[in-house]
Nanobody, 114 residues
Framework: VQLQAFGRGLVQAGGSLRLSCAAS????????MGWYYQVPGKQREWVAT???????NYADSVKGRFTISRDNAKSTVYMEMNSLKPEDTAVYYC?????????WGQGTQVTVSS
């Protein structure tokens, strides 16, 4: 499975950005797709996930501001990021999971200026 992320950008606080991640290759039985973020010197942290049936979960820090969605026909997951804050600045990674396998995309930089 290959994951290609798009949507890196620099925005002002309060602004919006949309990330997308397209899966290709052997994508059968991918149950969950999601996003994680990482800032320098810290561990990668979970942001949001969506199952193949559309069930979503969000980290408390992004609830009400970020929306994750999925187009199964395009094998693509999206994350709409609204009301961005400087503390959202990070490298964002797309993630896909089967029962026993986890895949990561390349990171995409999101920078929010104050």
């Amino acid at each position: 499975v290959q994951l290609q992320a798009f949507g890196r950008g620099l925005v002002q606080a309060g602004g919006s950005l949309r990330l997308s991640c397209a899966a290709s290759g052997s994508i059968a039985n991918i149950n969950v797709m999601g996003w994680y973020y990482q800032v320098p010197g810290k561990q990668r942290e979970w942001v949001a996930t969506i199952t193949n049936t559309g069930s979503t979960n969000y980290a408390d820090s992004v609830k009400g501001r970020f929306t994750i969605s999925r187009d199964n026909a395009k094998s693509t997951v999206y994350m709409e990021m609204n009301s961005l804050k400087p503390e959202d600045t990070a490298v964002y990674y797309c993630n896909a999971k089967r029962v026993f396998e986890t895949y990561w995309g390349q990171g995409t930089q999101v920078t929010v200026s104050s």
